[in-house]
């Protein structure tokens, strides 16, 4: 069932931890991301199912044959590199066709597949260019055509669109997800950049210091993290404290306002300080008003800092009782956003409020 | 408007264009000019033709030959240490100790060259003696550093060091990930030098075999001091003709010259030739 | 990072690593050992002392001082002109005329075409005879040294400085200096030049030592062995331990010069010779 299996993998340079207790288990044509800052560990896991790293404990199991001590040329692994890694002296047909050149497939078979993959790529006219004659994008999609024409049991993807411009990254993205899911071909996916993760992923690994925070989808990922770094990485938060106004209860004021928490802080005394996170987009901005609002939301009332208009949203920097708070809302053009210096009622559900482990 | 600015803009080339003139286009067009000119002023191919006299092509026989085998032993020579220094995991220290060495060795050459060569092999030398200690008899051999093999030793002191400064970056310049996509692709270690490393190395190697081709053709000190009249040059029988020793026939001396330049000026067109070739793929 | 080294890789590294120290080494301390046997069975530094003392005749000072200092003053000549003539040029081109870019790529490769020798012999036959008799007098036979050397240097100094100056953004920083009121000479030498500062030391330092001990040139345009090359040579006719000292004495200089570029130009990968033979 399962088609790729990394079981409690470790790796050290020197006494340094790069990885450590990593366990994966991928299903044929899943598509996962490593997602982590950097130094997370995340490339050393990709480059040893590559096989350019050897694990100094565990195992990778693929299709059902460890393949952890094997060398990387016999692992029909592909990888794209986030520097293209284009070989310079062939032309993009030669590039494509170069795996199957070395696995002895007849010229003109080699010239089918190259064709298909220009196809797949849309780079039909393109095929007697130096890699030196294309742009960014275009040896991107060359180096994603070069790794899967050999039909490669697992693609390896260490950071393909880091170097390439936010409008082309957005639009080879999509069309990485569409080749992978039209070939069926799973894929491990290596990348710092949250938002990629997220779109691209069946389900997305957070990595840090070398170990795994969290896996799973990226919806569960952005919506119930499991630590605190999860919480972080994945999104903007904002932290808000106050203190618990009886011994085990859910209720902490904030300021002068009190503010409901959706579970009740077992164990923790009153009066102690308490901090809960917040995503931007869970608070609604409203005009201050006097009528009572809905009782089974929280109210605190913020003064605008900053208002940045980003067309379908709008971001606010606000403060409540000395804490800055980002908060976005859907752009209205019945009603234009609050000014800076302007005093705001911001509504929020206690089900956001996500608490802090361990403060 | 414009025109007027572009026009003034070139006058900024008339100090390089006078020293160009004067240091190199004029002296060597007057030796192509009068190597075709006779005693009387009229033109003649009769000098170019006296260069075809079996003493004078003997001595571009032997310059070319020194040439060639220095060129292509350095070459080699050099590269290999290039890529030890650069791929082998030697320590840091290493690499640049190298480096400093060649670039001494590079620009050593001349007559102390001819004199350290001497020392170590000649006759009385220092390897020589220590050799005949070990049961070698050099010279008994039939060695000799006076000779053209003893001159290409000497020449190789400079050339694989010249090599190892130009090749180096290029070693360099391969990137690893050249190395892990061949990997992946399924290529082992001969694939990727056979199909990715050798082929990106190639224009730097054909250029640079071609610098040292020059270097040593053109060379003069080194020989004059080690093989003196021994070993005849082309550039040793033009230092005769300049000093005007044997036979001096100017009209001569002046197809010798070009001689020299005609075959260094093929060297480059070869070069930029395979060049071009071998790197349509650069920008 | 780590890469997979293999010990065969590393083994035959140190092979050829020490077969070509070997090379390179062996002849300078067999030299240097030769320099120190002047005097029977013990080593000794006479033939240095000799070389420092021995003089011409009774009131000229030894002629290593007088020859060194002559071909340090040409390199130094050199230098001056060198800089003077091809760092506006190559600056005005990269500036102005890219259009005559690849000439001047011409310009520096002929050099490669024409050597020392059929140099010297060029200048002999070219400015011997009036109208420009230059080797009439000991002034105008040292501009056609100058000249000559400039010649065989030019490639290496066009190319350090046409690297240095793709470094920098030079047409912003010229435009920057215009516009505050700069002209041009104090935009090449307060501007550019300091920004080719690394480029332009290197360059000089190469060309010095190539230039304090060529020979060709030097031997043919002053056939009295006024220069330091010619001087070596004649040594090396006369005497038996001097030459070997001279040896010493050369490298070390050529030494100098490569480590203080190397100071200089510290990470740079430019290939640091020029070549005249």
């Not at chain 1, 710092?192 to 896996?215: I, N, T």
């Not at chain 1, 980003?310 to 606000?318: K, N, P, Q, T």
């Not at chain 2, 480096?99 to 001494?104: D, G």
Request: glycine share 8%; with cysteine; aromatic share 10%.
């Amino acid at each position: 069932m399962d088609f790729l299996i990394l079981n409690d993998l470790r790796k050290l340079y020197g006494s340094a931890v790069a990885v450590e207790q990593f366990d994966l288990r991928m299903s044929r044509g899943e598509f996962v991301s490593f997602l982590g800052p950097s130094g997370s560990g995340k490339t050393t896991t990709m480059r040893m199912v590559a096989g350019f790293e050897n694990p100094d404990r565990g195992t990778i199991v693929l299709d059902g044959m460890d393949i952890t001590n094997l060398q990387p040329n016999k692992r029909k692994v592909g990888m794209v590199f986030q520097s293209y890694a284009l070989f310079p002296h062939l032309t993009v047909r030669d590039n494509i066709g170069f795996g199957l050149m070395l696995s002895k497939m007849p010229k003109a078979e080699i010239g089918k597949r190259v064709d298909e993959m220009l196809g797949l790529i849309q780079m039909t006219e393109l095929g007697q260019r130096f890699p030196s004659q294309l742009s960014g994008g275009q040896q991107q999609r060359v180096a994603l055509a070069r790794a899967i024409a050999p039909r490669p049991q697992v693609l390896l993807l260490d950071e393909p669109l880091s170097a390439l411009d936010a409008k082309i990254r957005v639009g080879l993205r999509a069309e990485i997800r569409a080749i992978q899911q039209a070939l069926g071909i799973t894929t491990i996916y290596v990348t710092h950049d949250q938002e990629e993760a997220m779109s691209l992923s069946d389900r997305v690994v957070v990595m840090s210091h070398g170990r795994v925070e969290q896996v799973g989808t990226p919806y569960a990922i952005y919506n119930t993290p499991a630590t605190t770094f999860v919480a972080g990485f994945v999104g903007t938060l904002n932290v808000l404290q106050g203190t618990l106004t009886q011994t085990g209860g859910d209720t902490l004021r904030i300021g002068s306002t009190n503010v409901r928490l959706a579970t009740k802080m077992e164990g923790r005394k009153a009066d102690s300080l308490i901090k809960f996170q917040l995503r931007p987009e869970a608070i609604t901005p409203h005009p201050v008003t006097d009528l009572p609002g809905n009782p089974a939301l929280n109210y605190l009332n913020a003064r605008v800092e900053g208002v940045t208009f980003l067309g379908a949203v709008v971001r606010m920097r606000v403060n409540v009782n000395d804490s800055p708070l980002s908060v976005d809302t859907f752009n209205n053009p019945r009603m234009p956003p609050p000014q800076k210096g302007d005093t705001v009622q911001l509504a929020f559900d206690p089900g956001a409020c996500m608490s802090v482990a361990a403060v | 408007m414009p025109s007027r600015r572009v026009s003034l803009a070139w006058v900024g080339l008339v100090p390089f264009l006078l020293f160009g003139l004067a240091f190199l286009i004029y002296p060597a067009s007057t030796i192509l000019a009068r190597s075709f000119i006779d005693k009387d002023g009229g033109l003649t191919l009769a000098n170019v033709f006296a260069v075809f006299e079996p003493s004078l092509l003997d001595a571009y026989g032997a310059s070319l030959q020194i040439s060639i085998v220095t060129a292509i032993g350095g070459a080699i020579m050099g590269s290999l240490l290039a890529w030890a220094v650069s791929m082998g995991g030697l320590p840091h220290s290493v690499r640049s100790v190298v480096v400093t060495v060649s670039s001494v060795a590079a620009n050593f050459g001349g007559i102390p060259l001819a004199f350290a060569f001497i020392t170590l092999l000649g006759r009385t030398g220092a390897l020589t003696k220590f050799l005949t200690v070990l049961g070698v008899d050099l010279y008994g051999l039939g060695f000799s550093i006076y000779s053209l093999q003893g001159l290409m030793l000497a020449y190789l002191y400079f050339q694989f060091p010249l090599m190892v400064l130009i090749m180096l970056p290029a070693f360099d310049g391969l990137k690893r990930e050249w190395r892990e996509a061949t990997a992946s692709l399924g290529g082992n270690v001969v694939d990727y030098w056979r199909h990715v490393g050798l082929p990106i190395l190639l224009p730097s190697f054909l250029g640079s075999t071609v610098l040292l081709f020059g270097n040593a053709f053109g060379a003069y000190a080194t020989a004059e001091a080690l093989t003196g009249s021994r070993v005849d040059i082309i550039t040793r029988v033009i230092s005769r003709q300049i000093r005007g020793d044997v036979l001096y026939n100017p009209g001569l001396s002046y197809a010798l010259a070009l001689g020299m330049v005609v075959i260094l000026v093929a060297a480059i067109s070869i070069y930029s030739l395979l060049q071009r070739r071998a790197s349509r793929w650069r920008q | 990072m780590s890469s997979k080294n293999n010990p065969i890789t590393y083994w035959v590294a140190v092979a050829i690593v020490t077969i070509c120290a070997l090379y390179l080494i062996v002849p300078l301390l067999t030299q240097f050992d030769f320099s120190l046997r002047m005097k029977r069975d013990v080593l000794s530094l006479d033939a240095y002392v000799s070389v420092f003392t021995t003089k011409p005749n009774a009131v000229d000072p030894p002629k290593f001082y007088t020859s060194l200092l002559f071909s340090a003053g040409m390199a130094v000549l050199t230098i001056a002109f060198s800089l003077l003539v091809i760092v506006p040029t190559t600056f005005w081109v990269n500036y102005r005329l890219p259009k005559f870019k690849p000439v001047m790529d011409l310009f520096s490769v002929m050099p490669f075409a024409i050597p020392g020798i059929v140099l010297a012999f060029g200048y002999l036959r070219t400015y011997t005879s009036p109208p420009l008799a230059l080797t009439n007098t000991d002034a105008g036979t040292a501009f056609l040294l100058v000249g000559g050397y400039t010649v065989g240097v030019m490639p290496y100094v066009y190319r350090s400085v046409d690297t240095g100056l793709r470094a920098i953004d030079i047409r912003t920083l010229t435009e920057a200096a215009r516009s505050l009121g700069a002209g041009w000479a104090t935009v090449i030498w307060k501007v550019i030049m300091p920004n080719l500062r690394a480029a332009v030391i290197s360059a000089s330092l190469i060309t010095f030592a190539v230039a304090v001990g060529e020979y060709t040139l030097a031997n043919f345009l002053f056939p009295d062995e006024r220069a330091f090359g010619s001087y070596i040579a004649a040594i090396g006719r006369n005497r038996i331990f001097e030459p070997a000292a001279l040896t010493i004495i050369s490298y070390l200089l050529v030494w100098a010069c490569v480590l203080a570029v190397q100071r200089i130009g510290r990470g740079s990968t430019q290939t640091q010779t020029a070549v005249i033979r």
